[in-house]
């Protein structure tokens, strides 16, 4: 347990990893999303200006995270007769349109790998003048053997290194544990996207993305990394050594903050495996993705959390129930600020505590809980106490104020219906249909929905702003 001091005062730099967009985000990589949600919500309401940056990877990004396997965009798309920036937005829309939907906040900037290709071989230009890469069998690599500090975040040994090597391994690596910073002998002859660079015409490696955007918008150093914990070992073990290689600054990051898996029968969900839930199974199952939030909520992050559709039935009742409580409380009261030294406001001190200490959601929840039935408490006082905690736990509790839990949320309900319209009229584009596309644009337009079509997406506005 660390404290946190942030480099410039009453300012966080925070970068996650995004998602990898060649399918559907399963209920695991949403696990990382809330994780970032979370921490950034604690962060604003302890005052920081938190700058979040994230990416998405739509090149590069191979099956086996170490330079092996195919690649995915490629392969995704080649199975759905599609091109890769066609597969990137069907899935980068689906995405958010998930993320907004379990109130997850979006990020203040959110970049494209391949938007990026200029920052990326700036990058490994400078990784390069400083003497740490090789070229070989007409790829750029990384070499570990030139940066002693490599593998330090994971514990990572060059020896254990060495002795794991797989005989399947790139042939052209001097250490096993080197990695490609830019192909142009490309192992994929069906590579759709190719850049000129100084080392020939090919694509970036996986990990240069994240150093060379983080670097862009946070700078050469800034606060806060996180990710998933399959990403200690390789991913993010590559990102430092070509950070901090290329500015000569260390530490590149200050602090880590790594989420344990959601598994399912004591597997790794994942996607390139193939069988992996999706927030619309739920949502087709009957839960409201705020269940799925909820129990998120009621497992700490860095701790393993089985899935199993018996906990999310109990997560569903948990959530009835507290917006049971809240509607029967703001029948007979108002949120009002409670008084110093209030049986609320200790609740409220409880609940902040716990997200302090390495953010304990669960704990917190159970504050939440303790302030519900508080006898002690005036019942405006919790409502008013609710709502400040609801600003982290992101449960839409204010809809519970009036009329129970489904009214009152036009707002968001509607706009996730229309995001549902926009990754069907995608997906149908994406098949050729453009019967069917066209037909979903003309139902939102009777509904006073226009839809533009642009770079980075479809975007929707309502005709009477026009
Ligand atoms: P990807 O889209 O594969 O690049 O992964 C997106 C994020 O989800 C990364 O931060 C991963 O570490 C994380 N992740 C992948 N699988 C799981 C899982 N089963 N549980 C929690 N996080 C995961
Ligand atoms: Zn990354």
Known sequence: MEEFIPLKEGEAGFYGCGPTVYNYAHVGNLRAYVTHDILTRVLRERGYRVNHVM?????GHLSGDGDSGEDKMVKSAAERGKSVLEIAELYTRAFFNDTDRMNILRPGTVCRATEHIDDMIGLIKRIEAAGFTYAAGGNLYFDIGRFPRYGDLARLRLEDLKAGARTDLDKNKRNPGDFVLWFTKSRFENQALLWDSPWGRGYPGWHIECSAMSVKYLGEQFDIHAGGIDHVPVHHTNEIAQSEAATGKHPWVRYWVHNEFLVMDREKMSKSAGSFLTLQDLTDQGYDPLDYRYFLTGGHYRSQLQFSWESLEGAKNSRKSLADRIHSLASRAKPAEPAPSSPALRRLSAFNEALDDDLSTPRALAELW????????????????????????????????????????????????IEGFIVR????????????????????????IILEDGKTGTLWRRIESL
Do not use: F
């Not at 009229?425 to 006073?448: N, Q």
């Open 425 to 448: 009229r995608a997906e149908a584009k994406a098949a050729g249909d453009y019967e069917r596309a066209d037909a979903i644009r003309s139902e939102l337009k009777e509904r006073g």
């Open 370 to 417: 303790g302030l519900l039935k508080d006898n002690a408490a005036a019942p405006a006082e919790i409502l008013w106490t609710v709502l400040q905690m609801d600003r982290i736990l992101g449960l839409r509790l204010e809809n519970a104020l009036e009329g129970g839990q489904e009214q009152n949320q036009e707002d968001p309900a509607l706009r996730a219906e």
């Open 55 to 59: 990416n998405i990877t739509d090149v």
